[in-house]
């Protein structure tokens, strides 16, 4: 089986970033993209569930997997010059912070917002991910991806991606596109996002009068260190929690009884509240119950402090969601992809 291998009864411990210990009856390790329709059609994975994993970073494993897990772990990177634009295939399993700070020592821009972000480059898209006021879908020109619906090879630009805020085609139609490479537009020089979550404080105390995608990159780099924890110390999945985005009339009527709760206008003429900011004033940042909690350094973060289970930990979540609901009214929803138990 060239190209992939297969392995039964699989732990899935150390793949998946809030270290849940479960395990799938399948394991399917992809090196290779042309492969990917053999080993769909290999009996034991055409005929089971399939969950798709890159890094686990971006997973709650509520249970046991009865299926077939498939860790894209295809490299590659292919770089077309036109003008001051570079149109970049990736491979899916290509490490997402790998490729950002690549892309920013050849001199590109655009990536230096989502820099530290956990995941593969092949995850990028189907949730959209974002972060310091930038999101993927701005440079994402066309994503390569196996359709399961018409079993071919989809290109499928921007607009037809669907992106919205954590959102995207691949998430709205779970199951059917495999994203196998991604295509970015990145140019050589941009204006720099800097007026969010303290960027441009972040710069003065480096010392960066003119910064450059690499000094932005840094800051970004110091202010996710201090805030969010880090997997390889606290089982987490990053940030847990979506801001919610709630219709105006709900969001004045709470920035009247709470001025301080932080609300960015949409496009649409909703508003998006900071779920960071509804779980800490809910009393939730830094609880726990047994390994299972909301992280004390950031309240949009659950961790596991040692030994809770997918279903421990989904548990603590949903007592998250309810609380905040019972006292705001605003019902959060998980980002990421939560698998059993549900």
């Not at 297969?6 to 395990?23: I, M």
């Not at 726990?288 to 950031?298: F, K, L, P, V």
Request: proline share 5%; hydrophobic share 45%.
């Amino acid at each position: 089986m060239g190209g992939y291998t297969l392995t039964e009864n699989a732990p899935l411990a150390t793949r998946n970033t809030l270290r849940v210990n479960a395990r799938a009856k399948l394991l399917a390790e992809l090196r290779d993209a042309s492969k990917l329709p053999e080993l769909l059609d290999f009996p034991a994975v055409r005929n089971a569930p399939l969950l798709v994993l890159g890094e686990g970073s971006n997973l709650l494993l509520a249970g046991d997997f009865d299926g077939t897990v498939l860790a894209m772990e295809t490299r590659g990177v292919q770089v077309e010059q036109d003008g001051d634009i570079a149109r970049i295939a990736v491979a899916a399993g290509e490490r997402w912070d790998d490729f950002v700070r690549w892309s920013l020592g050849q001199g590109y821009a655009g990536l230096e917002n989502l820099i530290l972000i956990p995941g593969t480059v092949g995850a990028a898209p189907i949730q959209n991910i974002g972060a310091y006021g930038t999101e993927v879908a701005e440079f994402i020109e066309s994503v390569e991806a196996w359709d399961t619906r018409e079993h071919r090879v989809a290109q499928l630009d921007r607009a037809t991606c669907a992106f919205g805020y954590r959102d995207s085609l691949f998430k709205r139609e779970p199951g059917r596109y495999i994203v196998t490479a991604v295509r970015f537009a990145l140019p050589r020089s941009r204006e720099l996002r800097l007026d969010y979550a303290g960027i441009r404080e972040e710069l003065a105390r480096m010392g960066v009068a003119r910064p450059a995608p690499f000094h932005v990159a840094e800051a970004v780099v110091h202010l996710r260190t201090r805030k969010l924890p880090d997997p390889a110390v606290i089982g987490n999945a990053g940030s847990f929690f979506k801001n919610p985005v709630v219709d105006a009339a709900r969001a004045e009527a709470l920035k009247r009884e709470h001025p301080e709760l932080p609300a960015w206008p949409q496009a649409d003429g909703r508003s998006k509240l900071s779920a960071a900011w509804l779980i800490e004033a809910a009393g939730l940042k830094g609880q726990r119950e047994g390994d299972a909690g909301i992280s004390n350094r950031h309240a949009l973060v659950l961790v596991n402090h040692g030994h809770a289970s997918g279903g421990e930990l989904w548990a603590f979540a949903q007592h998250v969601i309810a609380t905040v609901q019972a006292k705001f009214g605003v019902r959060l929803e998980p980002e990421p992809v939560v698998v059993g138990g549900r």
